[in-house]
């Protein structure tokens, strides 16, 4: 079998370029494999490491190879970038992917199991419904306005809206057949909402982990489940503020000579955890005077110095730190910090 030290992989739809190193002094085996013969010539191989750019077929990919007994490691595509040489193609590209793997300071991305990709297809294609959802309510609300049929913001006002929309006399026939379509169509999207969830409650029940973070204040199932498919192994990250500074929920620096510049927060990493962790700690603000606890008490002493808004992205932050610590110690949250008065 051939032995090579590392290899690194440029994945596509239907070729893959294939970079493998025999040794450290550069010398090196290319290949531009087809799908259905990328499999065969890793079984042909000794067990190595085989690095690849994180995407969407990464993981399914690297689960097979490691099944083989190679050991696949994830770069993100953004630390692959500066390996890169003059010219851009998928040989250069399977280089810089070797290049970028052998560094020492350089950071992985876990390979995700299939229950997990499952568990976060379900937030994805849910997140998907929402956003179709809002769209046509928009578009209804759009619709209607230009005939005077208005109503107060909100989702909840929608079936306000289709009644007003109903027994308007003034309206056309044809408008009101269109309504009946809009009808229709959010229906059917609120029954997939529906299922959606009761997939991603179910998979939340079976996750002890999951069980266990949804005790956060402000952390409800559907956080909980989306945290603990995207994070299977807390302790990649060193401390929970690497985790907040993940989500991007940390100050953008921008220090030099010694003098700290920080601005907003980067809003690097999951957007999707990000925006729910602040949803949850924008509820926490709402009742935050029908508690008592340290935490508590570190809200009220912060919003007396600063906005609400950053208030909240202050406590997204904190959340985020929380639920690394119990992920990692596996303590259950103390009520005592948060408690009703």
């Known amino acids: 079998m051939k032995k090579f030290i590392r290899i690194g992989v440029d994945l596509a739809k239907n070729y893959f370029q294939v970079h493998a190193l025999e040794g450290d002094d550069g010398r090196c085996v290319t290949r531009k494999l087809r799908r259905q013969d990328f499999l065969a010539f890793f079984s042909q191989i000794e067990p190595c490491f085989v690095g690849m750019e994180a995407c969407g077929s990464s993981h399914y990919w690297a689960r097979e190879l490691m099944a083989m007994g190679h050991e696949a490691r994830l770069v993100p595509p953004i630390y692959v970038k500066p390996y890169v040489k003059r010219g851009k193609n998928d040989a250069a590209d399977a280089a810089a992917i070797c290049e970028a793997m052998s560094r020492p300071g350089m950071r992985f991305v876990p390979v995700k199991s299939a229950e997990n990709q499952a568990a976060l297809a379900l937030h994805k294609t849910r997140d998907l419904l929402v956003k179709q959802r809002t769209m046509n309510v928009n578009s209804l609300r759009g619709l209607l306005s230009e005939f005077g049929v208005v109503v107060a913001k909100g989702i909840g006002r929608v079936e306000d809206l289709i009644e007003k929309a109903k027994d308007d006399a003034t309206l056309p026939e044809a408008v009101k057949d269109l309504v009946k379509t809009y009808v229709e169509v959010l229906n059917a999207i609120e029954t997939q909402i529906a299922a959606l969830g009761d997939g991603i409650e179910k998979a939340h029940a079976q996750s002890e982990q999951s069980r266990l973070i949804a005790q956060v204040p402000g952390v409800g199932k559907i956080a909980a489940s989306v945290i603990i498919a995207t994070i299977p192994d807390p302790h990649i990250f060193k401390t929970g503020r690497d985790l907040a500074a993940w989500l991007g929920l940390t100050p953008r620096q921008n220090s030099s000579g010694g003098k700290e510049k920080l601005g907003a927060i980067t809003k690097k990493g999951n957007a999707y955890i990000r925006r729910l962790l602040v949803l949850g700690a924008t509820s926490l603000l709402r009742v935050v005077g029908k508690r008592q606890g340290a935490l508590r008490d570190w ?23 929380i639920i690394w610590a119990m992920m990692t110690n596996g303590e259950t949250f103390r009520v005592e910090t948060f408690a009703k008065a």
């Open 299 to 321: 809200i009220v002493a912060l919003s007396t110095r600063k906005p609400a808004r950053l208030v909240t992205v202050a406590l997204a932050n904190k959340l985020a730190r």
